[in-house]
């Protein structure tokens, strides 16, 4: 007598990739400087508690983030300090 043929294995499924974290990569990309910033981190909490995928996709959409409000404020700088200079107190 054979024995009994075994049930083809399933392998698990692959952890799922956190929704938050492509959200903060897409708004990255974009230009939006405060959402990604938050978002990113809310992701990053996510991953974590969940074990989900996607924390590098948050990393880079909380630099593009970070780097877009690093430019405003550069931008918003040499806009109004410009401004001084060519109707301030000169």
């Known amino acids: 007598m054979h024995p009994a043929p075994l049930p083809p294995a399933y392998a698990a499924a ?3 990739t956190n929704t938050l974290a492509v959200v903060t990569l897409v708004l990255g990309v ?4 405060l959402l990604p910033v938050v978002l ?9 508690r969940t074990g989900e995928r996607g ?3 948050a990393v880079v959409g909380l630099v593009l983030g970070y780097l877009t409000c690093a430019l405003y404020a550069l931008v ?3 806009v109004l ?4 200079v060519l109707w301030g107190a000169g």
């Open 76 to 78: 918003a700088v040499l």
């Open 81 to 84: 300090g410009g401004g001084i």
């Open 55 to 57: 924390a590098a996709l």
């Open 40 to 48: 990113g981190h809310l992701a990053l909490a996510q991953v974590r």
């Open 14 to 16: 692959p952890p799922r």
């Open 30 to 33: 974009l230009g939006f400087a």
